[in-house]
């Protein structure tokens, strides 16, 4: 089963530019989550999608931003980067385990954002 | 909203000993723990998660307790290896709700050979 995967891997932009980010979650989940990764701030939720809704949404600014399609792909956006929003953006693919209280989560290899 | 402290930060240990990694929460409603952990350079793994209607989990050397009455729970490691040697992470949250997961600060965990 091919795993999470997330493109591109690394990305420089300068402020005030946009980027988009994608995430193709392990078929068979319909649940997306996005996440940034610093060293400052560590591990901190940026939203959650499921069939092709918006579930949860973390405390970042309306720059950010994501949608997800119909085959669970998923994209996130941030507008008007700030030197501050460089940091590693993992996105993760999950479902609930059936007859079970667990939970199975799959993290991407991440996109690692540079803003100049 | 919900706040979630984790320690230690660094945490050394020799082969064969025990690891443990406390976190605290401070949202009541938070009802599902998971733990992650994160070789360096590479993505978070989920090790093992706790619901708030279990008291202890284990899953071959780890182990999650929970006490709900004291908003903590651990991550117990046994029999340490090498291998083990990652960042480790908690996390809080209330699965049944809008609430959003909250995670510790990562322990450094160093099982030395």
């Known amino acids: 089963k091919a795993g999470v995967t997330q493109t591109p891997r690394y990305l420089i932009k300068t402020r005030g530019q946009q980027v988009t980010l994608s995430c193709s979650p392990i078929?068979?989940?319909?649940?997306v989550s996005w996440y940034q990764q610093t060293p400052g701030q560590g591990l901190q939720f940026l939203f959650e999608?499921?069939?092709?809704?918006?579930?949860n949404k973390g405390n970042f600014p309306g720059r950010f931003s994501g949608r997800q399609f119909s085959n669970s792909r998923s994209e996130m956006n941030v507008s008007t980067l700030e030197l501050g929003d460089s940091a590693l953006y993992l996105c993760?693919?999950?479902?609930?385990?059936?007859?079970?209280?667990?939970?199975?989560?799959?993290f991407g290899p991440g996109t690692r954002l540079t803003v100049t | 909203g919900e706040n979630v402290e984790q320690h230690p930060s660094t945490l050394s240990v020799q082969e064969g000993d025990s690891a443990v990694i406390k976190c605290t929460y401070s949202?009541?409603?938070?009802?599902?723990f998971p733990w992650y952990k994160q070789e360096l350079g590479k993505r978070p793994q989920l090790i093992i998660d706790?619901?708030?209607?279990?008291g202890e989990k284990k899953d071959q050397r780890i182990a999650v307790t929970l006490n709900k009455t004291a908003k903590h729970f651990s991550l117990h490691i046994t029999e340490t290896q090498p291998e083990d040697s990652a960042v480790y992470f908690c996390?809080?949250?209330?699965?049944?709700?809008?609430?959003?997961?909250?995670f510790g600060r990562g322990t450094s965990l160093i099982v030395h050979p």
């Open positions: 078929s068979g989940h319909r649940s």
């Open positions: 999608y499921f069939s092709e809704t918006q579930r």
């Open positions: 993760a693919s999950s479902r609930s385990l059936a007859f079970s209280s667990s939970y199975e989560q799959y």
């Open positions: 996390a809080a949250k209330n699965s049944g709700g809008s609430y959003i997961p909250t």
């Open positions: 706790i619901r708030s209607n279990v």
């Open positions: 949202d009541s409603a938070s009802n599902y």
